[in-house]
């Protein structure tokens, strides 16, 4: 019988923590799930990377880079997992600062974009974001039975629903740019998505300065 991703049930005794215990990804099926995850995400950053070069959109670029940095922050999701709070939590609050510097990247790039450069095609961006929709969905499908759990986990999930989000404002942006043949869709599109990343890291590095907190 597996055990529940989250026990509701009071802790053992002499615990004396009152709290529910939550999943911390010790388990032999989400570390196989993450490993898959992570293929994933790799997969997707060379193809979405390509297209961010040549046509030089910041929708395509901050979604690029998400792919990347999923990666990495995935592999440090899974070197976390059995170890001690104080590491899991840590490894969370790394991976939330390093996704709101992200954000302040795409915000820069955006700017920059929109004092330089020409509107990029709109069919390629749609293309590429709906590629980019297709990989996460399929990471988080994976991933969804695994949504709640200690920071470590939850930050995969967030990160995991965020590229959903990301894939579909990419995509709608690319339709934006073909009909009015102008950058501002796209640059619009990367200013959104760093908002969507910062709200994110801010969720991560609340819960793991709670968790280190709580450790302590």
Not at 21 to 40: C, M
Not at 97 to 104: E, G, I, M, P, W
Not at 133 to 157: T, Y
Not at 178 to 190: E, H, K, M, N, V
């Amino acid at each position: 019988m597996t055990e529940p991703l989250i026990s509701d049930r009071p802790p053992a005794a002499g615990c004396g923590c009152g709290a529910p215990v939550k999943f911390d990804g010790a388990s032999p099926a989400y570390r196989r799930i993450l490993l898959s995850v992570i293929a994933i995400n790799a997969a997707a950053f060379l193809a979405v990377a390509g297209g961010a070069m040549i046509q030089g959109s910041a929708a395509l670029g901050a979604n690029a880079l998400d792919f990347l940095a999923d990666s990495a922050t995935y592999a440090i999701s899974l070197w976390a997992i059995g170890k001690s709070v104080r590491v899991r939590s840590g490894a969370a609050l790394l991976k939330g600062a390093s996704l709101a510097l992200l954000a302040a990247f795409i915000l820069g790039f955006a700017v920059w974009r929109a004092l330089s450069g020409a509107p990029p095609e709109g069919a390629v961006i749609t293309g590429l974001g709906l590629l980019g929709f297709l990989a996460n969905a399929a990471a988080a499908l994976l991933l969804v039975r695994h949504r709640d759990g200690d920071a470590n986990v939850r930050s995969v999930w967030l990160c995991t629903r965020n590229d959903l989000i990301e894939s579909l404002v990419v995509a709608a942006a690319g339709g934006l740019v073909w009909l009015t043949a102008s950058r501002w869709p796209d640059l619009i599109a990367g200013a959104v998505l760093a908002l969507v990343f910062l709200q994110s890291a801010w969720s991560i590095i609340r819960q793991s300065q709670q968790e280190l907190r709580d450790a302590a």
